[in-house]
């Protein structure tokens, strides 16, 4: 028996006409709005899901969220990811920012584009918080915007899949 492999690439060749976005939460987010509200805000997961959802919805995109305190459901959902077709990805890998080479490695494996979101400012908070895994593969990172970073990640998202060619690369903008 032979299996017909495609390239994800290929697979992706021509963006779809309602992008899909994936909102990606890790561990303890799920308390969001009575965790260390100095540090997170009081906004909900709830409350942030359902901005995002909303304003992808306005946009005619698709935005699916996702929070686990689990690695493996983490890495298992990005690896599923590829096979829903989705475009980009936002994620906020909040505690496994730091640890986490596994969901790291998922990410690059994908070459799905992603923006890294930090409700609080890491660079402002201890040290073992300054290094993250994620950053030198995402095509930005928002960090200390609390619940609004959110928000403006989507905006990019949306924004780079709107600037697609139909080839799947990015239409450059001409200087004047």
Do not use: C, W
């Not at 698709?62 to 590829?82: C, S, W």
């Not at 490695?105 to 609080?120: G, M, Y």
């Not at 593969?137 to 990019?156: C, I, N």
């Amino acid at each position: 028996m032979t299996t017909k492999r495609t390239s994800r690439a290929a697979a992706k060749s021509v963006p779809s006409l309602h992008p899909h976005v994936l909102v990606l939460h890790g561990p303890n987010l799920n308390l969001l709005g009575s965790r260390e509200p100095v540090h997170y805000g009081l906004a909900t997961l709830d409350d942030i899901n359902r901005a995002l959802v909303g304003r992808g919805k306005a946009a005619g995109a698709q935005v699916e969220t996702f929070q686990h305190n689990h690695e493996g459901a983490l890495i298992d959902r990005v690896h599923q990811a590829a096979h829903d077709h989705v475009d980009f990805i936002v994620i906020n890998p909040a505690g496994y920012t730091h640890t986490s080479v596994a969901l790291r490695d998922a990410l690059a494996a994908t070459a799905i584009p992603f923006v890294e979101i930090h409700l609080s400012n890491i660079y402002a908070r201890e040290a073992f918080r300054h290094h993250s895994y994620f950053s030198d593969l995402a095509v930005g990172v928002v960090s200390g915007l609390g619940a609004h970073g959110y928000e403006l990640a989507l905006e990019y998202a949306l924004h780079h899949l709107q600037n697609r060619t139909p080839h799947g690369s990015q239409k450059t903008e001409k200087a004047h």
